[in-house]
């Protein structure tokens, strides 16, 4: 199937029209029109620094819903034993940074320079969101994403302390399910998130979410 190639016109194709790798389309521009759009239909920017834009619509989603997020007994006894203390926006540009250090150290990262200035922007119009943890008084883990609506879709973690990230993420949750937010989208699966409750749902019922939450099917 062909990828479709976008100009500067603000758009997208028809999100069903994505190869089953997810692939939707190409080029573009990170605007934060085009980026609260793609968002808005369940559409996100993920390339290698350096590449084209690459957008991205899998067809199956793997989502944590708010309720859903799994704490285990071991997790739940550490928070125990520990003081944490939660951050709304602490400061969004060193929580993705910190994502984006973490990430080249490990395995890579597709958070470059431009989508750095991209989320900044973001966050300024009050569309990307960081949360972090802190624990005994010392900066333990963070995240990052966009809210829309009452959707959730999460960028990027990174952990300065055993559990940091997960910490941020069981906080998160707990706040998103006192907001009504209806789900949490990972993007992409890994057995990281599966333990913390995240599992797959068809595009169809994550669509009819989406609708819900971002108010997309009432215009």
């Known amino acids: 199937m062909p990828v479709y190639r976008l100009d500067e016109n603000v758009m997208f194709p028809d999100p069903v029209l994505a190869r089953e790798d997810g692939l939707l389309a190409v080029g573009g ?10 968002y808005a239909h369940g559409i996100f920017p993920w390339y290698e620094p350096g590449d ?11 989502v944590i819903f708010p309720r859903e997020i799994h704490v285990s007994r071991s997790m739940n006894k550490y928070m125990k034993k520990h003081d944490l203390r939660f951050q709304l926006n602490r400061d969004f540009g060193d929580t993705m940074h910190r994502c984006r250090v973490k990430r080249e150290f490990a395995e890579g990262t597709w958070i470059s320079d431009e989508m750095e200035e991209a989320y900044g922007r973001l966050h300024e119009a009050g569309y990307a969101v960081s949360l972090e943890a802190y624990q005994d008084g010392q900066l333990a883990g963070g995240l990052y994403g966009v809210a829309l609506g009452r959707c959730f879709f999460g960028e990027s973690m990174f952990s300065e302390l055993e559990n940091g990230s997960k910490l941020a993420l069981i906080a998160l949750a707990r706040l ?10 990972c993007q992409f699966h890994t057995e990281h998130l599966e333990s913390m409750g995240g599992r797959y749902i068809s595009w169809e019922e994550y669509d009819g979410m989406l609708q819900e939450g971002t108010g997309r099917g009432e215009h």
Request: proline share 3%.
């Open 29 to 38: 521009d990170l605007s934060r029109e085009r980026l609260l759009l793609a």
């Open 52 to 62: 084209e834009i690459l957008w991205w619509c899998p067809k199956e989603r793997f």
């Open 176 to 185: 998103l399910e006192q907001r009504g937010y209806l789900f949490i989208d």
